[in-house]
Nanobody, 123 residues
């Protein structure tokens, strides 16, 4: 298994950009699809994006499509989330996790969650 550690969160104005990183320990990192989820206060954890192990292919939530880009660098055991044109509604704790089976769009399909990194977008 892999153990992710997220970084790169912070406070940014609406329209700004941030790049999140997820560094994962474990020799089998390249064999896992890796996903980003987010959770705002009082809301359920929601899917943001996933990058598969092969291809790789990428999938996004409609709310971030065209603004966010997920990528991976297997040589560094790292997954990135480039976030552009940020909106106040993007404010949340962002989590990275490894896909263990099932739908890419469900948090239940992911295990080995990181501790999260806070993203706050001011209006």
């Amino acid at each position: 298994q892999v153990q992710p550690v997220e970084s790169g969160g912070g406070l940014v104005q609406a329209g700004g950009s941030l790049r999140l990183s997820c560094a994962a320990s474990g020799r089998s990192f390249s064999s896992y699809a890796m996903g980003w989820f987010r959770q705002a206060p009082g809301k359920k954890r929601e899917f943001v994006a996933v990058v598969t192990s092969r291809g790789p292919s990428t999938y996004y939530a409609d709310s971030v499509k065209g603004r966010f880009t997920i990528s991976r660098e297997n040589a560094k055991n790292t997954v990135y989330l480039q976030m552009n044109s940020l909106k106040p509604e993007d404010t949340a704790v962002y989590y990275c996790a490894a896909h263990v089976g099932g739908s890419y769009y469900s948090a239940r399909s992911f295990g080995s969650w990181g501790q999260g990194t806070q993203v706050t977008v001011s209006s």
